[in-house]
Structure formats: structure tokens, C-alpha cells
């Protein structure tokens, strides 16, 4: 399995998840893998949504654009095929401070290293997820086969049921 064997599946999730918080919203999602962020949304029509745009210059595997009326939000996912480890994660930390997302997860067939499961499972901490007041990043497994995450796996618990 490569990477980008999941962006069409967890596209596909992602758009379902998000119609589901956002009922009266337009929901669109696109792998954005290939394509630095502000780029991305310049060329979409999206920028004027973002007056920050510009300073966007991170790649992101999986982007949502949630719009109602004239505002927007970005909604964002890192797919990674082996367990997930600090250095990812801080990855996705850096580029949600940047972008400010309404969500930002995570995810990977493999679940999380042993220094992830320590920090969170055994240490319980949550605070090294936050990016920005009220808003932090959500780990889960995928769930190849099915085409979902486990529930079970949700980092912190709970989050995504918010």
C-alpha cells in the first residue's frame, strides 16, 4: 500500500463527515497532495475567503473547503501509511498554526508509535495538540477495509464526536 492509495477513500470520509457537522454549508474536499496550499486555493477561487493565503506554504494531503454564505473555513487531513510519530504529528501541528483549520487529523492503517501511545495513553497529554484557542488536532487509525476510522482510536476521545 502507498500513500496515496487512501486519499481517495479518506476524501470520500472526509466529505461525508463534514456535510454531517455542516448541514446548511457547502462542502467540498480535494486531495491537495501535489499542490502547496495557497496555490491551491488562488487557483480554486478560494484565496478572497483567506486574507493570509499566501502565507500557506505547506503541501497538505487532504483539503475541506466548508463555505456558507461569503465565509469559509479549511478542514484538513495528513495520511500516513506507517504509525504515526512525533515528528508527523508536529508536522500537522506546524501547518494548522499556519492555516488555522476548523479540523485537522491525522491518520494511518497502522494507528500510533509507542512514544505517542506513552504520551497519550500513559501521560495523558492532550495540550501538545493545540494550535490555536479551542481548536487541536484529532489522531485516529483508518480503517482500511472499511473505509472509515475507528472510533476506538480517536485521540483525544471523543473529539470528533464534538
Known amino acids: 500500500m ?4 487512501l486519499y481517495g477513500p479518506v476524501c470520500q470520509w472526509f466529505k461525508n463527515f463534514l456535510s454531517e457537522k455542516f448541514r446548511n454549508a457547502t462542502v467540498n474536499v480535494y486531495n491537495t497532495s501535489t499542490v502547496q496550499l495557497s496555490k491551491f486555493l488562488f487557483d480554486k477561487g478560494y484565496y478572497k475567503f483567506f486574507p493570509m493565503y499566501q502565507t500557506f506554504e505547506i503541501q497538505v494531503d487532504i483539503t475541506g473547503i466548508i463555505k456558507r454564505k461569503d465565509r469559509a473555513y479549511l478542514a484538513i487531513i495528513e495520511c500516513k501509511i506507517d504509525e504515526i510519530s512525533l515528528r508527523d ?3 500537522l501541528i506546524g501547518y494548522s498554526k499556519v492555516c ?6 491525522i491518520i494511518s492503517p497502522k494507528g ?4 505517542l501511545h506513552l504520551l497519550f495513553n500513559v501521560w495523558k497529554r492532550y495540550d501538545v495538540l493545540t494550535y490555536s484557542d479551542k481548536r487541536r488536532v484529532s489522531i485516529a487509525k483508518w480503517l482500511v477495509g472499511g473505509h472509515d476510522i475507528d472510533i476506538s482510536s480517536i485521540i ?3 473529539e470528533l464526536n464534538d
Open 89 to 91: 504529528l508536529s508536522q
Open 2 to 5: 502507498r500513500e496515496r492509495d
Open 156 to 158: 483525544p476521545p471523543g
Open 112 to 115: 500510533i508509535s509507542k512514544t
Open 100 to 105: 488555522l483549520p476548523i479540523f485537522s487529523l
